[in-house]
């Protein structure tokens, strides 16, 4: 006779499964369920991974016995992998010069995505944020009006010394592309090349006044994607941006991708990051992807969490840069009871919408390690217990509405 198995349930209620023995007997199975699993007829689900979890060693205040039920959630849970900051310019490239390169965190990534048979995206190529003053700096005057980049607030950092020309920045660019995209040409399938470009705000300029847009103008995004096209011609190229929930972010988004699409500029897929609150309805997402759909490429939901930080509840219109610090005041009431009716309404927009998104990428492997932890975005817990909300997304499917 089969062996009774009655294990603790690791993932909630949704995971018991009644199973009939031979002797008529019935009892209850644990069968988990995982995001993977759920919606592989849908899209692929994954998650952004730290340093840690890709090379198995303490840190990002885990010690290594979290750091390993980190990783075994990470395999059992998800397809797709994304590097958290291991592919940024300024940890993949922080000195000029060829040996200027450390490789060795994003090839630990690569590697460990690679056996585990995970589907890999290289987060980001070129970014106003996170590169290095020397990839900006030249012999060119600043403009005096502006001491560096207008609308820059103080203290973030911003390159605000003598300028390379348009002609060295875009050297310096292809150098980076081709050298990165080359190294990991085959393994990593989707790059985001170019990251929040498109300005915030209501006013009429589509593109952020950054360093790549003042050094080398508007056409800094269609050349990064050729060199990216150039340097792996089978990579599916993405542009990547926040906010995108936005009616006004969004059509700004809308426009820029047309005329990408009317130029030839090889961009294959949108990204949209979606950190997010949880008054994101159903309806908000729905006309989101309704939108984004018209431009007639895949979209990537690529950053996902849900804040639920009392003082982090408001509209999706400004810079993400003062969103990181909405994580004060301690928790909306409800929280977790919230969180799961608003993933519960997102997930049934990403299904509604399958046609067009093929990957959700959420922004962390659990609430310990997400970059607004204490806002709890995630749908496990900082222990990798499943939360409310992973039951309530598993349980979209299950809707009569969503078979
Ligand atoms: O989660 C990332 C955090 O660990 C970094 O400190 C931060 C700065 O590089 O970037 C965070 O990830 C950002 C992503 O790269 C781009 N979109 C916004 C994300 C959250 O800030």
New binding site residues.
Partial sequence: MMKTQFHALPFGAIALAVALFADGATTVAAENPTLKDVFKDHFMVGT?INRSIATGSAGFRRSLEFVEKDIALTKDQFNQITA??DM?WQLIHPREGADGYDFKPADAFVDFGVSNQMYLVG??LVWH??TPNWVFAGTNPPPASVGGVPGARPGRGVYTGPRASRDELLERMRDHIHTVVGRYKGRVKVWDVV??AIADGAGTNILRESLWLQIIGPDFIARAFEYAHKADPDAILRYND?GLENPVKRQKLITLIRSFKEQGVPVMAVGS?A?INVSTSFETMDQALTDMATLGLPIHIT?LDINTAASGQRGTGAD?GAN?SLTEGGLISDADRKLADAYAGIFRAFIKHRDAVKVITF??VNDAVS?RRSGSPLLFDGNNQPKPAFDAVLGVLTEPDFK
């Fill in positions: 952004a958290e900051n940024k987060h980001t944020s996170q990251n929040e926040y990051q950190h950053e993400i990181a922004w962390g970059w």
